[in-house]
């Protein structure tokens, strides 16, 4: 593909993505991404964007996994800091040790979507899964509703105390999880790179042709900017320089004819803070 053919491609993405896709799209929201040693950190679960951003009613019963990786590696299970839908938050952590925290949240796939037919398309087209749109046309389904079953995996990248030159290994090395973002330099190196590279593994392997979007949580009508990963499942992106960010995956696979469902969907993020 050809560099202006690219992005002409990414264009058209990014003007279709609001309508079809800002409700899927879901993350973890810390009240602050930077804190001293010992800070209460409240947080909830956002989803969508723009005029479709609320909390999310996700039950705590979907919640397989809640940890925060620290510096060496160890997981902290935070799942009885989950008070979903009660109050302002729906939880709070507390991290005393110094350094990059990586929380990580899974859901089960216990969620679902059914579409006409040109609904259904138009969203496989915006997200850029062009695989199920091959496969739809390999199987004479275009015209036919579609269905996917989904989880979501989200991860927050919280800074405990002052931040170094070097990016900590639990930040730049993937969780275990079924579809995620993981950046190749911290976001909170100082001095901070101009570029952000980051690579998307799925099912433990890099990820091609995926559309990744970075979106300015303070302005998140719609995406500050749009790639697509290469062979090896990298992207890279202007680094931000303050604010609240957030990146985006999504990616899905096409499931036996005996299936309730068409699709398997994972829905993934990372979201970070600058001070």
């Keep these: 593909m050809t560099h202006a053919c690219r992005s002409w491609m990414l264009l ?7 309508e079809a896709a800002a409700a899927h799209d879901f993350w973890m929201q810390p009240n602050a991404y930077w804190v001293g040693p010992g800070a209460i950190i409240p947080f909830t679960l956002q989803v969508g964007h723009g ?10 019963r979907r919640i397989t996994r809640f940890q925060a990786i620290g510096a060496t590696g160890a997981a902290i299970d935070l799942r009885e800091r989950l008070k979903l839908g009660q109050g ?7 991290l005393n040790d110094p350094g990059s925290y990586e ?3 899974q859901t ?19 997200e850029g899964l062009t695989p199920a749109l091959d496969h739809r046309a390999q ?27 070097e990016s900590p290994d639990n930040i730049t090395t993937p969780a ?30 890099p990820l091609a042709g995926a559309l990744v979007k970075l979106t300015n949580l303070q302005d998140d009508a719609s995406p500050f900017e749009v790639q697509l990963t290469d062979r ?6 202007t680094m931000p320089t303050s604010g609240t960010w957030l990146l985006n995956v999504i990616w899905t696979k096409a499931l036996p004819a005996s299936d309730e469902f068409d699709f398997e969907t994972v829905f993934s993020s990372l979201s970070f803070g600058l001070p």
Excluded at 181 to 198: D, G, T
């Design 12 to 18: 058209g993405m990014l003007l279709c993505w609001q």
């Design 51 to 60: 005029p479709y951003r609320q909390r999310s009613p996700i039950p705590l």
């Design 88 to 94: 302002a938050e729906d939880g709070d952590l507390r």
């Design 103 to 105: 929380l990580i949240l």
């Design 108 to 126: 089960d796939d216990g969620a679902q979507t059914h579409l006409p037919a040109i609904r259904f398309n138009d969203y496989l087209k915006n």
């Design 139 to 165: 199987q004479h389904q275009v015209d036919a509703d579609g269905s996917e079953r989904y989880s979501r995996c989200a991860k927050s990248i919280v800074q405990v105390g002052p931040a170094g030159p």
């Design 176 to 205: 275990g999880l079924q579809l995620e973002i993981v950046p190749e330099v911290s976001p909170y190196v100082v001095p901070r790179p101009a570029r952000l590279p980051i690579r998307v593994i799925y099912e433990h392997r």
């Design 232 to 237: 090896e499942g990298r992207a890279s992106f």
